[in-house]
């Protein structure tokens, strides 16, 4: 009978009684992989944790680490868990203001960083935080203490502390405080999320279940392990014995991929699109009849659905296609791949029916911080799979919807509340305890969950009818030429968009078409190239109703990204930053007249612009 795990730390006695191995954690360093068992895993984890206690620290103070992903972040942990201190992990990509208000509202007293940039970064703020004694980083840097003294603090002192230890370990209740995760916060200042053992473990356990990958199998990781569902993903490749290979540099993933050939990984749908964007540009690099066959292979797609019967001739031309095409897309992924998580934000259906009919089957699925993550997934052990949809509620959540179409939910996963922030928490969690998601669903066939919005990110037109824009958005980025977009119009009369380009395939395009350009800002002005994107958007404005139309758009020469603001780092988009950035452009649009400082008026620009499209439209011709 396998151990029970209640609290995370658990893990670890479960692994080294049932799953056993040489590879439990690994890393690459700056030329070679390297591993460490799960004797070695187990053994560094509580030398972590009876270093901190040596160091003076003790139950219920909190510590940070901002890191890149490594498997040294396990020990510090599972360290922090088992001796009843609170881990607060930090995305290593905000501001200093970010890292100042997170580690003083945190009231962080010790602060491990990652490399030589964040410890540059973060020991000034540090040095004015009087609680936080001293920064230690996991790279080695250059007079700076270094994880690894804590983890001799912890070799030299076992004997001190060791029977101490156990019995902070037993007295540690799963309803204990385990973390504070900060949300990155798209508008105002961060929220400390508060998460308890029992939130992390229920979720990790219940979403484990949905595929039958084991001891036998292992997996990357790449996504940054601060974030709720990357850890939550951690815990469950643990819990299920498989092997974790960490990946610091984004610039490693495809390396990774085809070195260590994993079964499994988690992504967020820009990463797979880019993906899907790599498997178009190879074909169109083909000649002749090869890129014939490549383009039909990929055209078969369209008819991928989960659990489809296929009759027999479609079943002999999706065998040849794999044959020729879709066993070459594996393995550019390393030839293992059998699952690929998805949440964040939508995947694009055709993005989910490509990497399917490739036998890599994509489990996209929903939750938030607050709900520890997971709400719903697509859950191929059950068979219950929608594209298009974030699948299957969990066995132990509970869901309805409200009046306007809000997503409520109670069960075990939900938070006990906003860290020193009880008024917020009043705000989401009501009096029955139901968690108040912000978000707008559906059930498809009863049990399916689709997610069309963001309650607080509607908007009305003037006329009254209201504009849900994360699906506008969704469609738009569908297009190849479109990598952001944000959807604009409150209290306007139609509703209108501010895309970003994806300037990486449209330098290919223009390249290919001979349309030169001296910089993105030329580039987004080319005749040409509006005309395309004119055609793009008209495309998807006859698959919405006529008030959701995008009557008008303009193209920005920036890139959005979290380092530029305008993305957080888990790319959801910052509106009001963005509005704030573009304001000039989006008075332009609506030819907003104001009243300025002091009084004056100044009179409106006259905009002889017209959309001959709309003019047309309103002739009935």
């Known amino acids: 009978m396998a151990l029970e795990v209640k609290r995370t730390f658990d893990i670890l006695d479960l692994i080294l009684e049932e799953y056993p191995r040489k590879d439990a954690l690994g890393g690459k360093d700056s030329k070679d992989w390297y591993v460490y068992s799960t004797e070695q895993y187990v053994e560094k984890s509580h030398e972590f944790a009876i270093g901190l206690m040596a160091l003076g620290l003790k139950k219920g103070d909190k510590v940070a680490t901002v890191t890149t992903n490594r498997p040294e972040w396990n020990f510090a942990d599972m360290g922090l868990a088992m001796t009843g201190m609170v881990h607060v992990p930090i995305y290593p990509t905000i501001s200093d203001e970010e890292y100042s208000y997170i580690l003083e509202h945190a009231e962080i007293h010790l602060l491990i960083v990652g490399d030589k940039k964040l410890y540059e970064k973060l020991s000034p703020i540090a040095a004015r935080l009087p609680e936080i004694k001293t920064v230690y980083t996991f790279e080695e840097v250059e007079d700076a203490h270094n994880f690894v003294e804590i983890l001799e603090l912890g070799k030299i002192n076992q004997n001190k502390f060791k029977d101490l230890l156990e019995r902070i370990k037993e007295s540690i209740d799963p309803d204990d405080l385990a973390t504070i995760i900060y949300t990155s916060g798209t508008t105002g200042v961060p929220k400390g999320v508060m998460l308890t ?40 490749f643990q819990y299920k014995g498989m092997g974790i290979y960490y990946v610091g540099n984004l610039g490693q993933i495809v390396s990774a991929l085809k070195e260590i050939k994993p079964h499994m990984f988690c992504a967020v749908p820009r990463l797979l699109e880019r993906i899907y964007d790599g498997f178009v540009s190879k074909g169109k690099e083909l000649k002749g009849i090869k890129k014939v066959i490549y383009f039909w292979a990929l055209g078969l797609t369209r008819h991928f659905e989960y659990n489809k019967q296929y009759n027999l001739f479609l079943k002999l031309r999706i065998r040849l296609a794999d044959k020729l095409i879709y066993s070459k897309w594996r393995e550019a992924l390393g030839g293992n791949i059998v699952y690929v998580v998805c949440g964040g934000a939508a995947l694009q259906p055709r993005i989910a029916r490509v990497l399917g009919m490739a036998g890599m089957l994509n489990l996209e699925g929903y939750g938030l911080t607050e709900t520890s993550p997971v709400i719903a997934v697509n859950n191929p052990a059950s068979r219950e799979m929608k594209i298009g949809t974030v699948g299957a509620v969990l066995d132990d959540i509970e869901l309805k919807f409200g009046d306007d179409g809000e997503i409520m939910v109670k069960g075990p996963g939900i938070m006990p509340g906003y860290f020193k922030a009880p008024d917020l928490t009043a705000e989401v969690i009501d009096e029955e305890g139901w968690f108040h998601t912000g978000d707008i669903g559906i059930l498809e066939e009863g049990k399916f969950l689709k997610i069309t919005d963001r309650k607080k990110e509607m908007f009305k037109l003037s006329a009254g009818k209201y504009i849900a824009p994360q699906m506008i958005e969704n469609k738009l980025k569908g297009s190849n030429f479109i990598e952001q977009v944000m959807v604009i119009g409150a209290g306007e009369k ?38 395309q994107f004119q055609r793009e958007v008209a495309g998807i404005n006859k698959t919405l109703s006529e008030h959701e139309e995008i009557k008008r758009f303009r193209l920005v020469c920036d890139e959005w990204t979290p380092q530029t603001g305008e993305l957080s780092p888990t790319l959801k988009l910052k509106r009001n930053y963005v509005d704030s950035q573009y304001k000039t452009i989006i008075n332009e649009i ?18 002889l612009n017209f959309d001959v499209a709309e003019f047309i439209k309103r002739l009935k011709l």
């Not at 473990?201 to 997996?219: C, P, Q, R, Y």
């Not at 800002?521 to 190239?529: A, M, N």
């Open 197 to 236: 053992h029992t939130n992390l473990v229920s979720n990790f356990i219940a979403h484990s279940k949905m595929h039958f990958l084991g001891k036998d199998h292992h997996a990357i990781s790449f996504l940054p392990l601060c974030h709720v569902l990357e850890r939550s993903v951690n815990y469950h």
């Open 494 to 531: 139609f509703a209108s968009a501010l895309i970003s380009p994806n300037f990486m395939y449209l330098h290919d395009w223009c390249s290919q078409r001979k349309i030169h350009f001296r910089d993105n800002q030329d580039l987004i002005q080319k005749t040409e190239v509006l005309a």
């Open 590 to 607: 609506y030819s907003v007249s104001k009243v300025q400082p002091g009084g004056k008026f100044r009179l409106p620009k006259i905009n």
